[in-house]
């Protein structure tokens, strides 16, 4: 699965190399939910993506990054690597914009699988960065040690986020 992950990224990255281009690069904090609120305090992350701009107010590109999820109590701190295509509309006249990336996480711990990654954000556009706030959801499965068993999960965060252009 991670295999096959990485080689649609890459496919995409090259079928739209020609397109015209825009990087950004920026970073997020978060509350945990869902699942990851009984394992993690916080969460920290950085993002990456790379736009092309399709239509006016349309921008389609490729995203990734890694969130960082700060355990508590017990539990040791877990981690996501997203792969995921990235679309954002910014509404014409306002600057005010809505953006979704969907693709697969990787996990980077061990008993946490990857999964299905799903970000919808909402956000406010500014010349050269852009503020958002974002739900970070990985549907995933995670082992029960106790038990010696898997259950599904989802790993989530509200996040807070600025993310800036690089041209």
Do not use: C
């Amino acid at each position: 699965m991670k295999k096959l992950m990485l080689l649609g990224a890459f496919a995409l990255f090259g079928g739209l190399a020609n397109a015209q281009s825009g990087f950004k690069l920026g970073g997020h904090i978060g509350a945990p939910v869902g699942d990851a609120a009984d394992y993690a305090s916080f969460t920290l992350g950085v993002d990456a993506a790379y736009m092309w701009n399709i239509t006016k107010g349309l921008d389609v590109g490729v995203a990734s990054g890694y969130s960082h999820f700060f355990g508590k109590d017990r539990w040791e701190d877990f981690g996501f690597i997203p792969l995921a295509a990235s679309g954002k509309y910014r509404f014409s006249g306002l600057p005010l914009f809505v953006g979704l990336d969907l693709g697969g996480a990787i996990s980077t711990k061990d008993g946490i699988d990857s999964g299905l990654y799903v970000y919808p954000k909402v956000g406010f556009q500014l010349p050269k960065a852009e503020l958002y706030l974002g739900y970070q959801n990985i549907g995933s499965e995670r082992r029960d040690f106790d038990r010696d068993r898997r259950i599904d999960s989802n790993f989530g965060a509200i996040n807070l986020g600025v993310n800036f252009f690089l041209k």
